[in-house]
């Protein structure tokens, strides 16, 4: 009996703000949402943002007048608006209409003269050009005199074409929140987006550790552009080219296997298996598959799979503009014909577009299988039974898409057909597409998914893209997807691609609603989400996500009533703790979870017997598993 993958914890950041208990969902979808639950994510969203401190349980402006939800959202609601979602790019951020670079410049003699200037001996080139001469001045300086044409490098600036991307909340800083030394965004990212994780668990995480051995935890993480600031790739590549020096950590801190790393080294401190699988766009599809087959194999009972991704630099804007994928200013003053752009409407799935929007990110999800969720009294959010991969075969353009997509949607539709029925995925699914908001996914996502939904008799399916809100967060991207989804499973609102006036005429929808205004159908309409995401090189991946009435229906039915009643039980004290871990971090306290140096095995310690391991710090052993796989080959 295969055992089910659920999702009893989420957290992250992205630029809707902190996704544990749906605060960046809520973000999205604000007009739909009550006063009360409005009026407390912007309050929590001011204090991540500075605008606000919290004294004494109360919230104070920087006067130190105590401000109620009302006054917050009154005084500061639009402010705290404009400075989420996707945006022009902030100049303390990058000033795009300033970009550094070297421009190269050719210097020439003039008839009759020559050029010269002094410089110090320490700054000479090795070896001198063929035409320097070199004139010692003194101790410390030389006359230099050039003779026919040198080229020299000056700094310049120019404004980038690309101006917008989706971005962290204005003034929030995650490697101001616990003891960072040189870490690069991204990894920044990843330790407090984790934290987020699993704090939202209600769950103190060595009381997980201690009901599983050590090798049945998992992590898979990762990130596509490794990490491109200073303090990473970035800082190591361009270093020389400036004048500086490599440091001890760019190299090692750049790899795209730091999240996983990270997580295992500095938050879990866990010894059990580790990954750090990339697909392109589709790569926190890509881990999530493996923690699934994991967990559904018996491998790992508790896996934490994420994403962490730091991409707006003039590195990836440059180089994915080059390649015409990007929506740059001017792209946007023709679609909206005016020459004021709105940047906040920059990223426009399946409406007129042209191009997809950067964005920064970082989505993790705690996974369980059923049984331990229920021993635990963990909370369900939700269930992901399958994850499926395709390649697209022979490519003419490895940017282009391609049939694979075909596929994975194809079987995560059967899949949930055979689990479900047909009735259910007809009447109660929706899709969170890719939607990148280019011209080419508008036109080949939907008639993908228009065949798929004609093929299984589905009409008008309710078709939603979380990038319109926070844009393109390359290997997080489809964890923003399915962060939202759990929103919607919350609260019953499909988000309405509201940066489009209406669906552009080349898309494909005979079989599919896309609504430009959120949909409210209630917490109970919505029985299955599927998650799709295409990427570069033919990296297709599409999921099947389960709704948490869902997920209580089939526990029930496995585990019994009076087991399930019990654990409903010993569920009531894990929400308590879960809620207050939200209302101290929408007090700003986000107490993230950073063990260096702390808690470290000595391999001496570690008792090692013929049927068994174990390691101190865990309370279980390691027990060697009977393996008869292939016995029956040597009998």
């Keep these: 009996m295969s055992r089910l993958p659920v999702i009893v914890g989420f957290g992250g950041y992205n630029a809707a703000g902190r996704s544990s208990f749906h605060h960046g969902f809520r973000r999205t979808v604000l007009e739909s949402m009550d006063t009360q639950a409005r009026q407390e994510t912007l309050a929590g969203l001011a204090v991540m943002m500075k605008l606000l401190r919290v004294v004494d349980g109360a919230y104070q402006d920087q006067d130190g007048k105590t401000l109620s939800l009302a006054e917050i959202d009154a005084r500061l609601g639009e402010q ?26 050719t210097l020439s003699e003039t008839s009759g003269s020559q050029l010269s200037f002094i410089a110090s001996r320490k700054q000479l080139p090795e070896p001198l050009p063929a035409n320097w001469t070199v004139e ?54 990843a330790v407090v987006g984790v934290t987020d994780a699993l704090r939202s668990t209600g769950l103190p995480w060595q009381s997980i550790v201690d009901r599983v051995a050590p090798d049945e935890i998992a992590v898979f993480a990762s990130c596509i552009m490794s990490q491109l600031d200073e303090n990473g790739f970035g800082g190591l590549m361009q270093s020389r080219l400036k004048g500086g020096r490599v440091t001890a950590k760019q190299l090692a801190l750049g790899l795209n296997t730091m999240p996983a790393d990270f997580i295992n ?20 599809l890509y881990n999530l598959q493996k923690g699934i087959e994991q967990i559904a194999a018996g491998k790992a009972r508790v896996v934490i799979v994420g994403s962490s991704e730091a991409p707006i630099n003039q590195e990836c804007i440059e180089g994915y503009g080059a390649m015409g994928a990007l929506a740059t200013e001017d792209g946007l003053r023709q679609i909206e014909g005016k020459e004021q752009v709105d940047f906040r409407r920059a990223s426009r799935p399946f409406g007129e577009n042209c191009g997809f929007t950067l964005a920064e990110a970082c989505q993790f999800v705690v996974l369980m299988d059923d049984a331990l ?18 390649a697209d075969g022979f490519k003419k353009s490895i940017s282009a898409p391609g049939p694979g997509n075909y596929l994975t949607m194809a079987k995560a539709v059967a899949s949930a057909v055979q689990l479900l029925g047909s009735d259910a995925v007809r009447q109660r699914s929706f899709i969170h597409a890719h939607g990148s908001s280019t011209p080419a996914n508008r036109v080949t996502e939907s008639e993908l998914l228009d065949r798929i939904a004609a093929a299984f008799a589905i009409e008008q399916w309710p078709v939603t893209a979380v ?47 896309i609504a430009t205004e959120d949909r409210k159908v209630g917490a109970q ?99 060697f598993k009977q393996d008869d796989r292939y016995r029956d080959m040597l009998d």
């Excluded at 101001?176 to 030394?181: A, F, I, K, M, P």
């Excluded at 080294?265 to 926190?284: D, E």
């Excluded at 969720?373 to 395709?390: K, M, R, S, T, Y």
């Excluded at 809100?469 to 499909?494: M, N, P």
């Design 80 to 105: 705290i608006l404009a400075s989420t979602l996707v945006r022009r790019i902030e100049k303390s951020y990058l000033d795009v209409d300033a970009a550094h670079w070297q421009k190269s410049i």
């Design 136 to 189: 010692p001045l003194n101790a410390a300086e030389v006359r230099v005199t050039l003779h026919d044409n040198c080229e020299f490098k000056v700094d310049s600036y120019r404004a980038l074409p690309v101006k917008s991307a989706g971005q962290l909340p204005s003034g929030f800083e995650p490697a101001e929140l616990y003891n960072s030394r040189f870490h690069p965004r991204g990894l920044s990212m």
């Design 467 to 513: 990038k319109a809100f926070v844009g393109h967060s390359l290997a997080t991207a489809s964890g923003d997807q399915l962060i939202a989804a759990l929103g919607s499973f919350k609260y019953g609102v499909i988000p309405g691609i509201k940066t489009i006036d209406g669906v552009a005429d080349d898309v494909h929808q005979q079989h599919l609603s």
């Design 373 to 390: 969720a229920l021993e635990l009294g963990a909370d369900i959010h939700g269930a992901v039974p399958d994850v499926f991969i395709n």
């Design 525 to 623: 309409a919505l029985d299955v989400c599927f998650i799709n995401s295409k990427g570069f090189g033919g990296n297709n991946a599409s999921g099947v996500v389960l709704a948490p009435h869902v997920v209580e229906r089939m526990l029930r039915k496995r585990h019994g009533e009076a087991a399930f009643a019990d654990y409903c039980a010993r569920r009531e004290q894990t929400r308590a703790a879960a809620r207050q871990y939200d209302q101290q971090a929408l007090l700003g306290q986000l107490d993230i979870i950073y063990n260096f140096g702390n808690d470290l095995i000595d391999d001496q310690a570690i008792e090692l017997g013929d049927t068994q391991v174990k390691v101190p710090g865990f309370a279980q052993p390691l027990v």
């Design 265 to 284: 080294a500095y938050v879990l401190g866990s010894v059990g298996t580790t990954g750090a699988i990339t697909g392109a766009c589709a790569t926190f």
